[in-house]
C-alpha cells in the first residue's frame, strides 16, 4: 500500500475554489516554451536524433525505407483532411531522393540529411503551441459550459438558467492530495495520471486544475484527427496540446513522439498523461497501462540528473469519477462486440428522431450532476511516495536519494532493462493508486448490485446471453435491491475505513436515499433509462449493457463476495414470470 502522511482531505473542506499558485500566465512552464517554440523545435530535433541512432539496431538506409513504406501505404490507404496537401508527394519524391544518395560516395550523410529533414517535419506537426488570448477566452467557455453541464435549470431568468460560479465548482467534488499536487507545482515538473472513460476527460481535467485546483495550465496529448475539425483544431493548436497521429508506425515518427515527452518534461513542462491510452471502453477501472510514456518519465529524470539540472519530476495519480458518461452506450457496444465475437449480439437502434433529440436536450437543462476528482499521493518515477516537499520516502518513512537508481559502479549510466523494471513498477503503483482513491458514487453502487441481481438470476447464462435478454422480462423487487446494497456497504465501509476505497457523501444516507440519488443521476443523459421505478414499485432497466458498462466501476473490488445469494434468489424461477422473488 502506497505510504500516507496525513489524512486526506475531504470534499467538504476543499469546496471553496483554490487561489491560482501562479497567477500571473507568462510565469508558467507552458508558456515560457511556447514563447520560443522554433527553438524548442531545435532542440527537440537533435534531441530525437540522438535518441533514434542510440536506439536503433538498424542501419539509415533501412531505417528510411521501411519509414517511407509505410508512410506510402498510410498516405494512399488512409488519408484525412488534416494531411498536408503534399502528403503523397512528399514521400514519393524522398523515395526517389533515398535511392539517388546510394549512389554517392557521401551516402551516409545524405541518408542522415533525409532522415533530419523528416524528424523536422514531425516535430513541425507534433509540437503544439500556447496563446495567452485563447486560453483566456476557453477558460470563460468552459466555465459557462460547465454551469450547464452540472447546474439544474429554471425560467425564471437567464442567470439561473446558467447556474453561478460558485455552484458550478461545488459541483466538482476534490478529494486526497490536493495540497501536496498545488506545493509539487512550485517545486518541479508534475506529470499527473488520470483514468480515462470520457472524451469530457481532457476539457474537465483542464478546466478543474485551472479554475478549481488553481494551478499551471499542463500539455497533453490530442489525437490529430481532432484537428478534422477547425473550430476544435482552432484550440488545440493553441492550447498546449501535442498532436499524435496514431495511423503512424514507422521507428522515426514513434521516436519523435517518445522524445516530445521526454524532452518536454526536462523543460519543466508539466503533462497530463492517460496511461490507460484510451478510455476504458468496458467502464472498468484501468489495470493495463501503456508503459511507453511512462517510461519518458524515467528517462527524463535520468537525464535531468545526468545534466545538473534541479527538476525532480512528480507523478500524480487522479481518478475522475461520473455519475455518467455521455458515450457510454458506443464504448460498452464496441467492448461487448471485441471481446464476445460472435456470443455477442449488438440490438438494432431505431433511428433517431426529432421528438428524442428534444427530450435529450431538455434533460441537458433541466438536470444536474456532481464529478468527483481524486488526487492519489504523489510519487516519485520509482513509486515512491514524496511529501508535500517533494522529498522521496519509503515505506519506513525515511528519505530516499534518487540518484542512487540511476548509478551502476558509482556512476550515472543508462541501462534500459533496469529502466523497463522502473517503468513497470511505476505503473503497478498507479494502478493501485487508482483502486484505492476511486470515489464510489451512489450510481455506482445501484448498478452494481441491480446488474449482480440480474447476473444471479441467470446464473445459467454467459455474460452475452444476459446482456441480451428483453429487458422486458425482468424486474427487482425494492425489498431485494435494498438487501444486496445494503451488504455491499457494509462491506464498503468496511474496505474505507482499510483506506481501499473512498465512499462520496451520498452514501452516508439510509439506503433507501442511496437508492433514490443512484436512480436519479444514474447514466443521467441516457434516452434509455439505466434503471428506473415502474407503477409496481419494482426496479427496471431499459438497457442492460448500460447497467453493466456502470456496474463494472466496481467490478475489481469482490464485492459481490458480500451477499449470499443462494439465500436471496430462488435461482430455478423461470425469468419469464417477470419477477426474480
Known amino acids: 500500500m502506497i505510504f500516507t502522511f496525513r489524512i486526506n482531505q475531504t470534499a467538504k473542506e476543499l469546496e471553496s475554489t483554490l487561489p491560482q499558485i501562479l497567477p500571473n500566465i507568462e510565469d508558467w512552464p507552458i508558456y515560457k516554451v511556447s514563447e520560443d517554440r522554433a527553438q524548442f523545435i531545435q532542440e527537440l530535433n537533435e534531441y530525437t536524433r540522438n535518441r533514434l541512432y542510440t536506439e536503433s539496431k538498424v542501419s539509415t538506409e533501412e531505417l528510411l525505407e521501411k519509414t517511407i513504406y509505410l508512410e506510402k501505404l498510410r498516405s494512399k490507404n488512409n488519408p484525412w483532411k488534416v494531411d498536408p496537401a503534399d502528403d503523397k508527394s512528399y514521400w514519393k519524391e524522398l523515395e526517389k531522393e533515398i535511392e539517388s544518395a546510394k549512389g554517392y560516395e557521401d551516402k551516409e550523410v545524405r541518408l542522415e540529411a533525409i532522415v533530419d529533414r523528416i524528424i523536422n517535419r514531425y516535430n513541425e506537426e507534433i509540437v503544439g503551441n500556447f496563446k495567452k488570448k485563447t486560453f483566456k477566452f476557453s477558460r470563460n467557455f468552459l466555465h459557462a459550459f460547465f454551469k450547464r453541464l452540472l447546474n439544474p435549470a429554471t425560467f425564471k431568468g437567464q442567470k439561473r438558467l446558467w447556474g453561478n460560479r460558485s455552484q458550478t465548482r461545488q459541483k466538482i467534488k476534490l478529494h486526497g492530495h490536493v495540497d501536496e499536487l498545488r506545493s509539487l507545482f512550485t517545486k518541479g515538473t508534475v506529470v499527473i495520471v488520470p483514468t480515462h472513460f470520457s472524451n469530457l476527460d481532457s476539457i474537465l481535467i483542464g478546466y478543474a486544475l485551472d479554475a478549481v485546483v488553481g494551478v499551471p495550465a499542463s500539455s497533453y496529448g490530442a489525437g490529430l484527427n481532432l484537428l478534422d475539425n477547425e473550430i476544435v483544431a482552432y484550440f488545440i493548436n493553441r492550447l498546449g496540446a501535442y498532436r499524435v497521429d496514431r495511423r503512424k508506425k514507422n521507428p522515426i515518427y514513434l521516436e519523435c513522439l517518445k522524445s516530445m515527452a521526454s524532452f518536454s518534461l526536462q523543460k519543466n513542462v508539466n503533462q497530463i498523461f492517460f496511461p490507460g491510452g484510451t478510455r476504458a471502453r468496458d467502464g472498468k477501472l484501468e489495470e493495463r497501462l501503456k508503459l511507453g510514456l511512462l517510461g519518458s518519465m524515467v528517462e527524463a529524470q535520468r537525464h535531468s540528473i545526468t545534466d545538473k539540472i534541479d527538476n525532480k519530476i512528480y507523478v500524480v495519480p487522479l481518478v475522475v469519477s461520473y455519475h455518467f458518461v455521455l458515450e457510454a452506450k458506443s464504448l460498452i457496444d464496441q467492448y461487448l462486440r471485441s471481446t464476445g465475437k460472435e456470443k455477442y449480439t449488438r440490438s438494432k437502434e431505431k433511428g433517431k428522431s426529432s421528438g428524442k433529440l428534444m427530450k435529450f436536450l431538455w434533460s441537458i437543462i433541466k438536470k444536474e450532476s456532481d464529478i468527483a476528482l481524486s488526487f492519489g499521493q504523489p510519487m516519485d518515477v520509482f513509486g515512491h511516495a514524496v ?66 441481481i440480474l447476473l444471479n438470476s441467470n446464473s445459467e447464462l454467459n455474460l452475452y446471453d444476459v446482456v441480451n435478454i428483453p429487458t422486458a422480462n425482468f424486474e427487482i423487487d425494492q425489498i431485494l435491491l435494498e438487501k444486496v446494497i445494503k451488504k455491499m456497504m457494509t462491506a464498503l465501509k468496511r474496505m474505507e475505513q482499510q483506506g481501499k476505497i473512498k465512499l462520496s457523501e451520498q452514501l452516508d444516507n439510509s439506503i433507501s436515499d442511496i437508492i433514490d440519488d443512484g436512480l436519479r443521476n444514474l447514466g443521467l443523459y441516457h434516452p434509455q433509462k439505466v434503471l428506473k421505478k415502474n407503477k409496481e414499485n419494482k426496479y427496471i432497466s431499459e438497457n442492460f449493457r448500460l447497467l453493466y458498462f456502470y456496474h463494472n466501476r466496481l467490478d475489481s473490488y469482490n464485492l459481490e463476495d458480500s451477499v449470499n445469494w443462494d439465500e436471496l434468489i430462488k435461482r430455478n424461477k423461470p425469468i419469464t414470470e417477470n419477477s426474480i422473488l
Request: net charge neutral; charged share 25%.
Open 387 to 452: 511529501d508535500i516537499n517533494g522529498v522521496s520516502l519509503d515505506k519506513h518513512g525515511n528519505e530516499i536519494d534518487i540518484t542512487g537508481y540511476f548509478k551502476l559502479d558509482g556512476e550515472i549510466k543508462t541501462v534500459a532493462q533496469r529502466e523497463k523494471v522502473y517503468t513497470k513498477l511505476l505503473g503497478e503503483k498507479i494502478v493501485d493508486s487508482y483502486k484505492i482513491n476511486n470515489v464510489v458514487l451512489s450510481s455506482h453502487l445501484v448498478a452494481f448490485a441491480a446488474f449482480r
